[in-house]
């Protein structure tokens, strides 16, 4: 299994990123994916979830309302539109799978299955 995490970078305070996931070797639709985050010194935390079908998103309330998670089971990949990014969302970036066929994501890192290597997001302000 591999994930694959794409589209960091550095971006100015209100800026927007996407953030790509290509996963390979699992069957992508019966996996819900998250994304977690980890700033230097802090411990790792979710994001954003989006359970199997894309029918259900869950989101972090420090993300509400700015990013969205979104899915497109044809191609095995999961995005994360990020818009009006602020210095703190600073961090690398990871994508998982949690095999899960449920209306439900899990907002643990332990419930996931798979991890992507991560992507660096830099918000300068």
């Known amino acids: 299994v591999q994930l694959q995490a794409s589209g960091g970078g550095l971006v100015q305070a209100g800026g927007s990123l996407r953030l790509s996931c290509a996963a390979s070797?699992?069957?992508?639709?019966?996996?819900?994916m998250g994304w977690f985050r980890q700033a230097p010194g802090k411990e790792r935390e979710f994001v954003a979830g989006?359970?199997?079908?894309?029918?259900?998103?869950y989101y972090a309330d420090s993300v509400k309302g700015r990013f969205t998670i979104s899915r497109d089971n044809g191609r095995n990949t999961v995005y994360l539109q990020m818009n009006s990014l602020k210095p703190e969302d600073t961090a690398g970036y990871y994508c998982?799978?949690?095999?899960?066929?449920?209306?439900?994501?899990?907002?643990?890192?332990?419930?996931?299955?798979?991890w992507g290597q991560g992507t660096l997001v830099t918000v300068s302000s």
């Open positions: 998982a799978a949690e095999d899960a066929i449920s209306v439900l994501v899990g907002r643990d890192a332990v419930e996931y299955d798979y």
């Open positions: 989006i359970n199997w079908s894309g029918g259900s998103t």
């Open positions: 070797g699992l069957t992508f639709s019966t996996y819900a």
